[in-house]
């Protein structure tokens, strides 16, 4: 499920800063960027048994490369996903989420943008 209107999507900032802002509200750089994109998830762990959410954050790079460090990275608007095991994580609209989570998960999100302003280039 896409997360609209968190203020994040078309936030142009160095990989730098953006990777450390990240990791310091617990999300995690994904093995899956390569020269052009980037990924950060953040893990939910849901009151039911074997029920895992992820936010999922991704960019791609408008300058540098991604593996150089060197990166200025455009976010995308945010997901929401729901893990099945052994299948992986699905993002679609289809998925259904509480109203709770969606709160939750956009709050994140919102604070993220909080920090990452500062660091925006135009």
């Known amino acids: 499920m896409k997360l609209e209107g968190t203020g994040i999507e078309g936030?142009?900032?160095d990989l730098q800063p953006l990777t450390q802002?990240?990791?310091s509200n617990g999300?995690?750089?994904g093995g899956s960027w390569d020269y052009e994109r980037v990924t950060y998830d953040y893990k939910i762990d849901a009151p039911d048994k074997n029920v895992t959410y992820y936010i999922r954050v991704q960019g791609y790079?408008?300058?540098g490369d991604v593996d150089?460090?060197?990166a200025v990275v455009q976010l995308v608007t945010p997901l929401l996903g729901k893990?099945?095991?052994p299948h992986g994580v699905e993002y679609g609209e289809q998925e259904d989420f509480?109203?709770?989570l969606i709160e939750r998960a956009t709050k994140s999100i919102q604070n993220l943008k909080e920090s990452?302003?500062?660091?925006?280039?135009s």
Not at 116 to 121: A, K, M, R
């Open 83 to 85: 893990h099945y095991y």
């Open 11 to 13: 936030l142009v900032v």
């Open 61 to 63: 790079a408008i300058e």
């Open 21 to 23: 802002i990240m990791e």
């Open 68 to 70: 150089r460090g060197n």
């Open 27 to 29: 999300f995690i750089l």
């Open 98 to 100: 509480s109203s709770n």
């Open 116 to 121: 990452l302003v500062q660091y925006q280039q």
